[in-house]
Antibody, heavy 114, light 112 residues
Framework: EVQLVESGGGLVQPGRSLKLSCAAS????????MAWVRQAPTKGLEWVAS????????HYGDSVKGRFTISRDNAKSTLYLQMDSLRSEDTATYYC???????WGQGVMVTVSS | DVVMTQTPPSLSVAIGQSVSISCKSS???????????LNWLLQSPGRSPKRLIY???KLDSGVPDRFSGSGSEKDFTLKISRVEAEDLGVYYC?????????FGAGTKLELK
């Protein structure tokens, strides 16, 4: 059974950093591109970033480019999202998803507030 | 970036009715491999999104055939025939052709 389990969320002050993790199981992690998608409270879905199966190609949404870094450790079957210079508008539930967006995690909440 | 214009923002339906949701993209979604990467997802209240349809019209496993997707190039439609209570939630289109990928704003399907 495919499972994606996010962790690392919480309350953080504006301007600070936070790193999210997504532990994958039930499939060969290194065979798939992966992505992060977020959803601000009461808002719609926003595509954040994606990474190729080998980790060499990354892409970002305009709102996070230059502040967020997506990475992966295929040996640990884990996806990461390093979030720097956080802003209040980054407050959201963050989901990891396997490429083609069939499998999603349960989401992890990030709140940016002083 | 590709803008996905999804309408209507909300729908109020009775069980058994049929509904359609539109999604229009600002650019053609036909990829260099000739596939069109247009997905439809449903987010039920309190749940993670669930993909229903991929590549415009291909139903995911376990999705009832009451759901159907159609369209081409820049104009796409999700149709739900005979709405059931389990269909309620927010529907999103997602284009996976042009990076960065982009979602429509969502259509909330509610009971009348």
């Amino acid at each position: 059974e495919v499972q994606l389990v996010e962790s690392g969320g919480g309350l953080v002050q504006p301007g600070r950093s936070l790193k999210l993790s997504c532990a994958a199981s039930g499939f060969t992690f290194s065979d798939y591109n992966m992505a992060w998608v977020r959803q601000a409270p009461t808002k719609g879905l926003e595509w954040v970033a994606s990474i190729s199966y080998g980790g060499s190609n990354t892409h970002y949404g305009d709102s996070v480019k230059g502040r967020f870094t997506i990475s992966r450790d295929n040996a640990k079957s884990t996806l990461y999202l390093q979030m720097d210079s956080l802003r209040s508008e980054d407050t959201a539930t963050y989901y990891c998803a396997r490429h083609a967006y069939y499998y999603w995690g349960q989401g992890v909440m990030v709140t940016v507030s002083s | 970036d590709v803008v996905m214009t999804q309408t209507p923002p909300s729908l109020s339906v009775a069980i058994g009715q049929s509904v359609s949701i539109s999604c229009k993209s600002s650019q053609s979604l036909v990829a260099s491999d000739k596939n069109t990467y247009l997905n439809w997802l449903l987010q039920s209240p309190g749940r993670s999104p669930k993909r229903l349809i991929y590549q415009v019209s291909k139903l995911d496993s376990g999705v009832p055939d009451r759901f159907s997707g159609s369209g081409s190039e820049k104009d796409f439609t999700l149709k739900i025939s005979r709405v059931e209570a389990e269909d309620l939630g927010v529907y999103y289109c997602l284009q996976g052709t042009h990076l960065p990928y982009t979602f429509g704003a969502g259509t909330k399907l509610e009971l009348k």
